[in-house]
């Protein structure tokens, strides 16, 4: 299993992001993708959640109606749009899928918001 997410980078207050999640060695459609994000000193939070079906929730408040996770198994890659975006959004943002017993997580993406 491997998981590469990429879009990550620096942006203002009110921007928007775009981040991807490459995902292979399983098969994708089957599975529910997650994106988790972790701020410095702190711990590493749910984003969101979209099932093999498509249906999706986004677990935090702060981030409803802001963020969209979606996916795209023609491409085995799943999506989380963000809109609106605030400086407590920066983090480090995972991409993670449970196969059978275990937990697999990609390599991160930085996500700055800065003016």
């Known amino acids: 299993v491997q998981l590469v997410e990429s879009g990550g980078g620096l942006v203002q207050p009110g921007g928007s992001l775009r981040l991807s999640c490459a995902a292979s060695?399983?098969?994708?459609?089957?599975?529910?993708m997650s994106w988790y994000r972790q701020a410095p000193g702190k711990e590493r939070e749910l984003v969101a959640t979209?099932?093999?079906?498509?249906?999706?929730?986004n677990n935090a408040d702060s981030m409803k109606g802001r963020f969209t996770i979606s996916r795209d198994n023609a491409k085995n890659t799943v999506y989380l749009q963000m809109n609106s975006l605030k400086p407590e959004d920066t983090a480090v943002y995972y991409c993670n899928v449970l196969v059978g017993l275990y937990d697999y997580w990609g390599q991160g993406t930085q996500v700055t918001v800065s003016s």
């Open positions: 060695g399983f098969t994708f459609s089957r599975y529910t």
């Open positions: 979209i099932t093999s079906a498509g249906g999706n929730t």
